[in-house]
């Protein structure tokens, strides 16, 4: 009944608060603070564990096979590929950054503990800073990057995470060993993601081709290639996750590449229409898997704090994402501005959640504080990215508009913007 009230209330007061500095992570996140140990205690771990890890698995799966299907491989490669920049030499950065900061800053962690806290901690999460990518006064250049990064990152950790869990001993993955995960995580499970994806697409193509489906249940048939491509990859002990980001890139391949009368655009809008449905359920579990991580995580570790894990959170913010941004973009051609805006932009949201969450159900020594570095973290996050994402997106819009008339500005470059809609609250802001 909580849960319901608040949300209702949200969303009767969207409009207004899309105009202020409180976020929906904010709103969900408090809440999820208020009704958890901390506050009224009506949620805990203990007794909701079940509900809890399916609410935050079907929300990282429809997340994940949503941002894919929006990708082509076009993006990576736009702007002078800055996506690719960031995807490439700025991940893996950031997870080595994150691992030896881990090691040497929380010594009750193992090396494969400390690895994980890095993956965890990588992926970016768009929707918690929005205004960062959708206010108009952002050259699309750099909205395009952000956007492109937040929406493959975290699949593209998914390996990082499976491979570094399997090597801590005593967790679900270890008993297979590496070679057992490498085969059913990283090889089978991609395979059949992009089998099902593949499969889904075309026969989706076919009946559209015939008229026989309706707009309806196209965007229910688009979550039913998610929850199949998850479910063929769950039974056979791989990773569901990266099985629901592959079908993700196949389902929207088929449909863009099958032969069709209509032009590019009215393709990728039909696309858009397809999955809108699973954008606008994925959006809404995520912010109550927020809520939930508030009530689980967040709580209980904010009874737990220290300075090493504060000092490691707020590093994760700055030091450890900046830095491998500023040597990804070296030699981009962007201005000190840029790289820093960037940098301060990636938020920690729905995936560094989901791991977080996943990796407290294991039974290792590191499990509290690897659980309490990354609710602390992620808590941070929705905090300063959610109250600087409008201000730092006017200020950065107002040096544009001055150094825009450098013929050479690099920022100038003519980005076309894939719109995510993983928010609840609208996505665009008015120009001026």
Request: proline share 5%.
């Amino acid at each position: 009944m909580a849960v319901a009230g608040v949300t209702a209330v949200y969303a009767l007061g969207s409009r207004r608060l899309a105009d202020t500095p409180v976020s929906a992570a904010m709103v969900f996140v408090g809440f999820g603070i208020a009704i958890g140990p901390l506050g009224l205690d009506l949620v805990s771990r203990r007794q909701d564990a079940g509900p809890l890890r399916t609410l935050v698995e079907a929300a990282l799966a429809l997340v994940l096979f949503t941002d894919a299907t929006t990708v082509r491989a076009r993006d990576l490669r736009s702007g002078g590929a800055l996506p690719g920049r960031l995807l490439s030499v700025g991940l893996i950065l950031t997870i080595g950054a994150g691992w030896l900061l881990a090691w040497a800053l929380l010594p009750g962690l193992t090396v494969w503990e400390s690895a994980l806290v890095g993956a965890i901690l990588a992926p970016t999460d768009a929707a918690l800073g929005k205004s960062a990518i959708s206010d108009r006064r952002v050259p699309g250049l750099v909205r395009q990057a952000l956007n492109v990064e937040s929406g493959l990152n975290d699949g593209m950790v998914l390996p990082f995470f499976v491979l570094f869990l399997a090597a801590v001993p005593g967790t679900s993955y270890a008993h297979e060993g590496m070679g057992g995960v490498f085969w059913r995580a990283l090889l089978l499970s991609p395979a059949l993601g992009l089998a099902a994806g593949g499969a889904g697409g075309r026969l989706l193509t076919v009946s559209l081709h015939h008229g026989w489906a309706t707009a309806e249940w196209r965007q229910i048939y688009a979550l039913a290639a998610a929850a199949g491509a998850y479910t063929l990859a769950a039974v056979t002990h791989g990773s569901g996750f990266i099985a629901a980001w592959a079908a993700g890139f196949a389902f929207a391949y088929a449909l863009r590449s099958a032969a069709h009368p209509t032009a590019e655009a009215a393709r990728a809008t039909e696309l858009a229409r397809t999955t809108e449905l699973a954008e606008a359920l994925g959006g809404l579990l995520a912010m109550l898997s927020l809520l939930f991580f508030g009530a689980v995580l967040l709580g209980p570790a904010l009874q737990h704090l220290s300075w090493r894990i504060v000092g490691y959170a707020v590093l994760s913010l700055t030091v450890i994402r900046m830095v491998p941004v500023a040597v990804a973009l070296a030699g981009s051609g962007l201005r000190p501005p840029t790289v820093a805006y960037i940098g301060w932009f990636g938020p920690r949201g729905l995936a560094s959640v989901v791991f977080g969450l996943l990796v407290a159900e294991e039974h290792t020594h590191g499990v509290e504080l690897i659980g309490q570095v990354v609710a602390v973290t992620v808590g941070l996050s929705v905090l300063l990215h959610g109250m600087s994402a409008a201000v730092l997106a006017a200020g950065y819009g107002r040096w544009y508009e001055r150094a825009a008339v450098d013929p050479g500005l690099r920022e100038s470059l003519s980005t076309p913007v894939t719109p995510r809609r993983r928010t609840l609250g609208p996505l665009e802001q008015p120009e001026g």
